[in-house]
């Protein structure tokens, strides 16, 4: 791990204007991703700014909806009697996610930004055009079996790892964040992750020392919910497929996806496998993800009761 130096942030503001006073700072707070990148100097950032204090680990109403602290840790979250009721889609996504002791440290903010788990990305070693621009992308022609398949380019098909994320994107929610000159803006979760293109380096449409400080759930949708991971072990295992379902009265779906894309997947109004799995790019090994989604899809329009 390279040397580096800390701060303590005591307001949301004041952790931005740090970030913008330290070029290529990194914000921690539970550090489940961070730390490890670190380690393998995947990530060597020189200044490290800790957003534990400051006072962003709160849900509360809002309107109809829930907002939720950045630094609401994802047990937290998942346990929450409202999300539990309202959003169930949610917590089962969060559940779904990691180890119990690392849902105890993540943060919401954090699970939003967490960085692909690409096999060629944590290898230093071996070129990458997410970790160094313009190097080439190893896994393209490499092992490829649980990269993606969906808006992916010729210059990255990694995926996004979150659970958490996929949910949110079904549940349209939206991200709070503040500037360093104090300004703050709202981005809807299907604006916040970038596709790769030319630029996978560039994953997200946040300004530099841009902070994310809440995310807001929308007046509850109703219906049925679920979210269904299928991965390679029965837990602590990244999604080869996941699909976040919501079954709404008129009976109409809204659906997303992880392990398929560079972003939480979803194509408004798509009802059908054809339409949702449109343009995937696939190779002999990761071929199977798109039947594994195209039947997890039948089954919950076909009413195949679902966990």
């Known amino acids: 791990m390279q040397p580096f130096t800390y701060q303590r942030a005591q307001t949301p503001q004041e952790a931005a204007q740090a970030a ?21 100097q995947v990530e060597t950032p ?35 009697v409202r999300i539990r009721r309202d959003y169930p889609v949610l917590s089962r996504a969060l559940l779904a996610g990691a180890s119990a002791q690392l849902r105890n440290k993540a943060t919401t903010a954090g699970n939003l930004l967490q ?30 079996r649980n990269l993606g398949i969906l808006g992916v380019s010729d210059a990255c098909i990694a995926t996004h790892p979150s659970d958490m994320a996929v949910a949110m994107r079904v549940l349209d929610a939206q991200v709070e ?17 970038r596709l790769p293109g030319h630029t996978p380096h560039l994953e997200t449409n946040l300004k530099p020392g841009e902070l ?21 072990r029965a837990s602590y ?25 560079p972003k939480p997947w979803r194509v408004e109004g798509a009802q059908n496998a054809e339409q949702i799995l449109a343009g995937a790019r696939t190779t002999p090994q990761n071929a199977f993800k798109k039947t594994l989604a195209s039947r997890l899809i039948t089954s919950a329009l076909q009413g195949v009761k679902l966990p």
């Open 20 to 40: 913008q006073k330290h070029p290529h700072a990194r914000f921690i707070a539970g550090g489940t991703n961070l730390l490890d990148l670190m380690k393998h």
């Open 46 to 80: 020189p200044h490290l700014i800790d957003v534990n204090h400051i006072g962003l680990d709160k849900i509360t109403s809002a309107g109809d909806g829930l907002r939720i602290g950045a630094l609401v840790r994802n047990t937290d979250l998942a346990a929450d």
């Open 115 to 144: 960085r692909t788990r690409c096999p060629y990305f944590y290898d230093t070693s071996k070129p990458c055009n997410k970790r160094k621009p313009g190097s080439g992308c190893s896994a393209i022609g490499g092992y490829e």
């Open 177 to 193: 964040t503040i500037s360093p000159d104090g300004s703050q803006r709202t981005i809807p979760i299907a604006d916040l992750h």
């Open 212 to 232: 994310i400080t809440h995310v807001t759930l929308p007046k509850p949708v109703g219906g049925r919910q679920t979210y269904i991971k299928v991965r390679d």
């Open 237 to 261: 295992a990244f999604a080869a497929v996941s699909m976040a379902a919501v079954q709404l009265p008129d009976g109409r779906f809204q659906f997303a996806f992880g392990g398929l894309a």
